[in-house]
C-alpha cells in the first residue's frame, strides 16, 4: 500500500519560515516527479513546487524566490522549506508523487495545515 505522509505544518506568523516533509513508503518513486500542491478555502488545488528524479525544479510564480524544494531519494522523501511567509499561503498543503514535472502524480498524502497570521 503506498502511503504519503506529510509533516511540518502548523502556525506562523507572516515572514516567518516553516519546513514541510512528506516520506513516502509501498513505493519507489526515484525515478518519478513528487511535488507539492495547496489548497486554500474556497480555491482550487494548485501547484506550489515539483521535483523531477534529475533534480529539475518547478514553482508556482507566487512562491517562485521565497519556497525551495528539495528531495532525497534514497529516502524517498521530498522537503518544502517555505521562507517569507505571507497570510496568502495559508491552505492545505498536500505531497503529490508518481507524475511529472507536466503531469500530477497519482499518489496524494492526507495534507498538512499551514496557517500564516499575526
Known amino acids: 500500500q503506498v502511503q504519503l505522509v506529510e509533516s511540518g505544518g502548523g502556525l506562523m506568523q507572516p515572514g516567518g519560515s516553516l519546513r514541510l516533509s512528506c516520506a513516502a513508503s509501498g513505493r519507489d518513486f526515484s525515478i518519478n516527479t513528487m511535488a507539492w500542491y495547496r489548497q486554500a478555502p474556497g480555491k482550487q488545488r494548485e501547484l506550489v513546487a515539483a521535483?523531477?528524479?534529475?533534480?529539475?525544479?518547478k514553482y508556482a510564480d507566487s512562491v517562485q524566490g521565497r519556497f525551495t524544494i528539495s528531495r532525497d531519494i534514497a529516502k524517498n522523501s521530498v522537503h518544502l522549506q517555505m521562507n517569507s511567509l505571507k497570510p496568502e499561503d495559508t491552505a492545505v498543503y498536500y505531497c503529490?508523487?508518481?507524475?511529472?514535472?507536466?503531469?500530477?502524480?497519482?499518489?496524494w498524502g492526507q495534507g498538512t495545515q499551514v496557517t500564516v497570521s499575526s
Open positions: 521535483i523531477s528524479s534529475s533534480g529539475l525544479t
Open positions: 503529490n508523487a508518481g507524475g511529472g514535472l507536466f503531469r500530477t502524480g497519482a499518489y
